[in-house]
C-alpha cells in the first residue's frame, strides 16, 4: 500500500517554472515506477510522464516533451515534476500515481494521489 501526497502547484505566468512534488508513504517506494498525470476542466485525464523505480528511463507526452522533466530521490520517497516554460494550456490538477511494475506507460496504475492545482496566466 503506498499514499501519495501532491505539493507545489499555484499561479505562475506564461514562461514561467513550477517544481512539483509527491511524496510517498508506505513500503517499498524504491520498488514503484511512478507517473504524472494531470486533467483540466472538461478534459480527460492526460499521462504527462513516468519514471522507472531505478530512475534510470523516462517517458513524457507529446505535449510536454522538452518543457517538463520527471525525477526521483528514493532515499526521499519523494518523485519531482519540473515544469518549465509553462503556458496556459498547462492549467490543470496534477496527479501523481504509483504502480508496482518496472514500466513506464500510461496505464495500469495502482495508487493515487489528490492532485495540485498549477494555474499558469497568459
Known amino acids: 500500500q503506498v499514499q501519495l501526497v501532491e505539493s507545489g502547484g499555484g499561479l505562475v505566468q506564461a514562461g514561467g517554472s513550477l517544481r512539483l512534488s509527491c511524496s510517498a508513504s508506505g513500503r517499498s517506494f524504491w520498488s514503484y515506477s511512478m507517473g504524472w498525470f494531470r486533467q483540466a476542466p472538461g478534459k480527460d485525464r492526460e499521462f504527462v510522464g513516468g519514471i522507472i523505480w531505478t530512475g534510470g528511463r523516462t517517458s513524457y507526452g507529446d505535449s510536454v516533451k522538452g518543457r517538463f522533466t520527471i525525477s526521483r530521490d528514493n532515499a526521499k520517497n519523494t518523485v519531482y515534476l519540473q515544469m518549465n516554460s509553462l503556458k496556459p494550456e498547462d492549467t490543470a490538477v496534477y496527479i501523481c500515481?504509483?504502480?508496482?511494475?518496472?514500466?513506464?506507460?500510461?496505464?495500469?496504475?495502482?495508487?493515487w494521489g489528490q492532485g495540485t492545482q498549477v494555474t499558469v496566466s497568459s
Open positions: 500515481a504509483a504502480k508496482q511494475v518496472a514500466e513506464i506507460s500510461a496505464g495500469d496504475y495502482d495508487y
